[in-house]
Nanobody, 118 residues
């Protein structure tokens, strides 16, 4: 089992910044990638950014150039630095860990609310 604990959400004005953190614990071998997804009311959950076990990064077009995903392997923690926030970034942000062994496992955090006021 894998446990994910997120922190760092909150309320910020447009143009501001927030940093999300996700600490993973448990059975963490064979991690394929860690990432962040978000879900706004009435919308489907969407990928924001992910980072692979070898450091490859993928970003949604809507956040490219504004958000940066990073990780601290020693702490099993992934971060999402969000700059130049916009009201449309308002959503619940979820941490995700994808583990590939005999089958693929997806683990999710509890979610953290990010609200950007105009």
């Amino acid at each position: 089992q894998v446990q994910l604990v997120e922190s760092g959400g909150g309320l910020v004005q447009a143009g501001g910044s927030l940093r999300l953190s996700c600490a993973a614990s448990g059975s963490l071998f064979n991690i394929d990638n860690m990432g962040w997804y978000r879900q706004a009311p009435g919308n489907e959950r969407e990928l924001v950014a992910k980072i692979t076990s070898v450091g490859g990064r993928t970003y949604a077009d809507s956040v490219t150039g504004r958000f940066t995903i990073s990780r601290d392997i020693t702490k099993n923690t992934v971060y999402l630095q969000m700059n130049s926030l916009k009201p449309e970034d308002t959503a619940v942000y979820y941490c995700n860990v994808k583990i590939i062994r005999a089958i693929t496992y997806n683990y999710w955090g509890q979610g953290t609310q990010v609200t950007v006021s105009s």
